[in-house]
């Protein structure tokens, strides 16, 4: 069973600056990939960025060039970089897993799920 903890949410002011990170415990599986999703109050999850296994990235079009994604395997865990903070970037971040090589930005594709952290930029 996999187990994916976020950590690192906080209260910024616009134009700062946070790292999440996302600890796994468990694979399910040998090939996959790691999302970050986020989900504003009254709005639907949206997917943010991924990373393959192999080292591909995925961003969402409204954080390219401001988040970076990345990994670290010898610890099992995912970050995500978030500069230049909006306040439109206020919402819950979650960690996800999904299985198989290919990225892919529905939600409903992903198996396992951390339990979220709270990302408030204030204007």
């Known amino acids: 069973q996999v187990q994916l903890v976020e950590s690192g949410g906080g209260l910024v002011q616009a134009g700062g600056s946070l790292r999440l990170s996302c600890a796994a415990s468990?694979?399910?599986?040998?090939?996959?990939?790691m999302g970050w999703f986020r989900q504003a109050p009254g709005k639907e999850r949206e997917f943010v960025a991924s990373i393959s296994w192999a080292g591909r990235t995925v961003y969402a079009d409204s954080v390219k060039g401001r988040f970076t994604i990345s990994s670290e395997d010898a610890k099992n865990t995912m970050y995500l970089q978030m500069n230049n903070l909006k306040p439109e970037d206020t919402a819950v971040y979650f960690c996800?897993?999904?299985?198989?090589?290919?990225?892919?930005?529905?939600?409903?594709?992903?198996?396992?799920w951390g339990q979220g952290t709270q990302v408030t930029v204030s204007s």
């Open positions: 468990g694979r399910a599986f040998g090939v996959y990939v």
């Open positions: 996800a897993q999904k299985g198989g090589s290919g990225t892919s930005l529905r939600s409903d594709e992903y198996n396992y």
